[in-house]
Antibody, heavy 123, light 107 residues
Framework: QPQLQESGPGLVRPSETLSLTCAVSGDSVSNRTYYWGWIRQPPGKGLEWIGT???????YFNPSLKSRVTIAVDTSKNHVSLELNSVTAADTAVFYC???????????????WGQGTLVTVSS | DIQMTQSPSSLSASVGDRVTITCRAS??????LNWYQQRPGRAPKLLIYGASSLHSGVPSRFSGSGSGTDFSLTISGLHPEDFATYYC?????????FGQGTYLEIK
């Protein structure tokens, strides 16, 4: 059964870089059927789409975060990574990685999610 | 960017009730609208894709409809495990934003 597991520091200092990895098990990040995304959720608030990366290497980001975000796939480690630089307290959130699946003419959606990891930005 | 607006923001209902949540896009997203369920402390779970297609393993009491800018999620006969927060998401154009969520609570 494919699974996603996020990991990384739970506490990041303001102005520093938040770095997370999403380990993919039971499948390959190179599987062309899928794409990979990151979503975050501030405590008590809704979901915010951060960005996605496709097999082709194409990447799309939320314009509000684009200048600060890097998403990459490491096929040797079978994981997806997220970096968010120059963080502030407003970046405190649960971060989820998710697998995107194309449903043909019905579009695409995140069909598998990691459990999420809370990252707090504080000095 | 396409803005997604859900209504209501919260909803009280009883086990066995039929409820409908709506989602409106600021411009047409055709049929590229997804619905997710999020239980407290858990990751979101895909329910509906393509506005009306039920994802594998999702109970048939969940249904979706709509196209263009107006969509709805209906739960016919609420079960106790259905009390959760529901989000719509458009996958028509980047950024694939979410609605603000609808919190469904037990009356």
């Amino acid at each position: 059964q494919p699974q996603l597991q996020e990991s990384g520091p739970g506490l990041v200092r303001p102005s520093e870089t938040l770095s997370l990895t999403c380990a993919v098990s039971g499948d390959s990040v190179s599987n062309r059927t899928y794409y990979w995304g990151w979503i975050r959720q501030p405590p008590g608030k809704g979901l915010e789409w951060i960005g996605t990366i496709y097999y082709s290497g194409s990447k799309y980001f939320n314009p509000s975060l684009k200048s600060r975000v890097t998403i990459a796939v490491d096929t040797s480690k079978n994981h997806v990574s997220l970096e968010l630089n120059s963080v502030t307290a407003a970046d405190t959130a649960v971060f989820y990685c998710a697998r995107g699946l194309w449903f043909g003419d019905f579009g695409d959606a995140f069909d598998l999610w990691g459990q999420g990891t809370l990252v707090t930005v504080s000095s | 960017d396409i803005q997604m607006t859900q209504s209501p923001s919260s909803l009280s209902a009883s086990v066995g009730d039929r409820v409908t949540i709506t989602c409106r896009a600021s411009q047409s997203v055709s049929k590229f609208l997804n619905w997710y369920q999020q239980r407290p402390g858990r990751a979101p779970k895909l329910l509906i894709y393509g506005a009306s297609s039920l994802h594998s393993g999702v109970p048939s009491r969940f249904s979706g409809s709509g196209s263009g800018t107006d969509f709805s999620l209906t739960i016919s006969g609420l079960h106790p495990e259905d009390f959760a927060t529901y989000y719509c998401q458009q996958s028509y154009s980047s950024p694939h934003g979410f609605g603000q969520g609808t919190y469904l609570e037990i009356k």
